[in-house]
């Protein structure tokens, strides 16, 4: 049964499940599945009866106790609360080990056996793929061949294919063992509840929703820099690259939630139709568009070859083709080595003719333009920016702004981060929060034009807001960062 994101934290909780986790030992599982799933431990949110068995090849060699040492561990780095106490101790007893290696799934077979025999009853069966996606077909292949797919479903990691055409081959791979209502392909970005506010914001109030459309929308910023640079991990982005890694994977899935219409209802269809009618509304991008970048030390990177053109920097513009967007501009921006890192959705409003008011006061307001900014980084705040007259005898024009922010209004010591909102969401059979097939085949498409005749790139140096052709991209606007003081 898919359940409907009203349900919420009261709603039911999940059915029994034997949880697995291929790459138990990886660097995903240490610091986000296992402190995460310790959490909703805590939190009351598992079901009443469940397993987890971690997996990963035999080479590991990792038991049921090493593996329990592991997770300990893990949780004590980088989990909320501390891996003691009675939580702990019912936490523990649901660990359990399989080995896995291509032919030789026996280990993992006995260790689900068990599993399930230990909750009793007919368990729910949750495969989540923390592996390199080269691994992906071997593993699903192996599902399939072993019966353990049999009525489970399927947590998959990014990427999700590196064009069109390995998309679909992904997707045949994947819809050979489990069909598409039993497939979550995870975004942690989406997890966040500054998203699902997204949707609280513009169709729960009356005086957002009225105006959200190219009448009273200029332009849509969606800015995720990060300072951290890809700190060894050449081998993976020397064959992906920030386009690939960030832009398709996380920004596209945000500026579907801020341009999608009304949908009928807050259930997983009726969510991710109106997102996909988004994507298949894209213009195909334009390359004359796009600002590809590389920070100046990339080169040197161990592992990095020297003559490297694979960007660590993508600047863009979306044009949306349908009646609420058209004629607006969508500029999406991210990229490592950066000054700062954020997570930002801002909305530009049409300026309304300002001839009433003194020269002077017209030329203080230049470039202030009123804005809706969201901020979605975890607890997440909104920001509306406004002009007002400044206090005296003249009438002069100030800027002022209003701010929402969670940790002023509501209790968050409580809430979810990304991983674990999704991983419960998929215990639940609900899709809302994840991509579709179709969505995905869709963003490789609309971005073929780019990835076939790729802009060269442009050095930038480190801590920098990227090369400096990005200013002119966005002409006549001006970014949202890093000059948000204004």
Partial sequence: MTESRTAGKHGPRPDDHVVVLFGATGDLAKRKLLPGLFHLARAGLLPDRYRIVGSAPADAALGPDGFREHAREAVAAFGRSKPEGPAWQEFEATLSFGAADPGAYDPLLTAVRDAEHAIGGNPRRLFHLAVPPKAFPSVVGELGTTGLAEGGRLIVEKPFGTDLASARALDETIHGVFDEDRVFRIDHFLGKES????????????????????????????????????????????????????????????????AMEPPAALDARSLRAEKDKVFQSMRPLDP???????????????????????????????????????????????????????????????????????????????????????????????????????????????????????TDCFNTAHALEGYERLILDAMLGDQSLFTSADGIERLWEASSPLLQNPPPVQSYASGSWGPDSIHQLIHPYAWYLPDESR
Avoid at 241 to 254: A, C, E, K, S
């Fill in 195 to 258: 998203v699902d506010n997204i949707i609280a914001l513009r169709f729960a109030n009356g005086f957002f929703e009225p105006v959200w459309n190219r009448d009273h929308i200029s332009h849509v910023q969606i800015d995720v820099p990060e300072k951290l640079t890809i700190e060894g991990r050449a081998g993976f982005f020397e064959g992906t690259g920030t386009f690939r890694d960030m832009i398709v994977t996380h920004l596209f899935q945000i500026l579907g939630f801020v």
């Fill in 288 to 406: 004359a568009h796009v600002v590809r970048g590389q920070y100046a030390a990339y080169r040197d990177e161990p592992g990095v070859d020297p003559r490297s053109d694979t960007e660590t920097f993508a600047a863009l513009r979306v044009d949306i083709d349908n009646w609420r967007w058209a004629g607006v501009p969508f500029y999406l921006r991210s990229g490592k080595a950066l000054a700062q890192g954020r997570h930002l959705v801002t909305l530009g409003f049409r300026e309304p003719p300002l001839r009433m008011f003194p020269t002077d006061s017209r030329d203080a307001a230049g470039g202030r333009h009123n804005a809706l900014v969201i901020d979605f980084d975890d607890p997440g705040r909104i920001t509306a920016r406004f002009l007002a007259k400044e206090p005296g005898p003249d009438m002069r024009l100030g800027e002022a702004r209003m701010t929402f922010a969670y």
